[in-house]
């Protein structure tokens, strides 16, 4: 069973520029989230979908970060613009419904 | 009341040793309590998980210990190896609707050979 997949693995950019990341989550798993995590900390919830639909976006900074779950499957997150606290290493994850929990290995941004 | 306590910050343990990591929770909401490995440059993998309802799991060499009352659980790593040398993290998941997992902050494992 193929895991998660992300990319890219490696992004930098300047601040005030955009960037957009994509995952595809493990087939069959109707729940996908997106987290981040700063160095040194536990992974935050930025987004959660339940198939395309989101189920808690409480965490998301909405004026510069969105994100799509088109057809339930696969998902992208952009960012809009970037400010240099957003390097951080952003991680999707992916459920049966809630469950257990599977991530990807993460796209590192620096923001310069 | 959404928040995930861990300690240590870091632990440094004799290879055969064992490896005691602790969390606490305030919410009695949550459901499921999972622990994850990461090493680095890699996303957290799953190890091993308890539910509430359950007093201990054990899965090889490691250990959940669930205190309900107390809202304590503790991971606890049988003759530890320099493999299992990473970064852990202990999280419980909200139920309901939505389900959704808060981490905590970490626990640096350095496992000496």
């Known amino acids: 069973e193929a895991g998660v997949a992300q990319s890219p693995r490696y992004k930098i950019i300047e601040k005030r520029q955009s960037v957009a990341f994509w995952c595809n989550p493990i087939?069959?798993?109707?729940?996908l989230y997106w987290y981040q995590q700063i160095l040194g900390q536990g992974p935050k919830l930025l987004i959660q979908?339940?198939?395309?639909?989101?189920?808690?976006d409480s965490q998301l900074p909405k004026d510069r970060f969105s994100a799509e779950r088109l057809k339930g499957v696969d998902s992208t997150l952009k960012i809009q613009p970037a400010k240099l606290e957003d390097s951080a290493v952003y991680l999707c994850?992916?459920?049966?419904?809630?469950?257990?929990?599977?991530f990807g290995p993460g796209t590192r941004l620096l923001v310069l | 009341q959404q928040q995930v306590k861990q300690s240590p910050q870091s632990l440094i343990v004799q290879k055969g040793g064992i490896s005691i990591i602790n969390c606490a929770y305030e919410?009695?909401?949550?459901?499921?309590f999972p622990w994850y490995q990461q090493f680095p440059g890699k996303g957290p993998a799953l190890l091993i998980a308890?539910?509430?309802?359950?007093s201990e799991k054990k899965e090889g060499r490691f250990t959940i210990s669930f205190n309900k009352s107390a809202k304590q659980f503790s991971l606890h790593i049988m003759d530890s190896q320099p493999g299992d040398s990473a970064t852990y993290f202990c999280?419980?998941?909200?139920?309901?609707?939505?389900?959704?997992?808060?981490f905590g902050p970490g626990t640096r494992l350095s496992v000496l050979p």
């Open positions: 994850a992916s459920s049966l419904s809630g469950g257990a929990q599977y």
């Open positions: 087939s069959g798993h109707a729940t």
């Open positions: 979908f339940q198939n395309n639909g989101v189920v808690d």
């Open positions: 919410n009695t909401a949550f459901d499921y």
């Open positions: 308890i539910r509430p309802d359950v």
């Open positions: 999280a419980a998941r909200r139920g309901g609707y939505g389900q959704n997992f808060v």
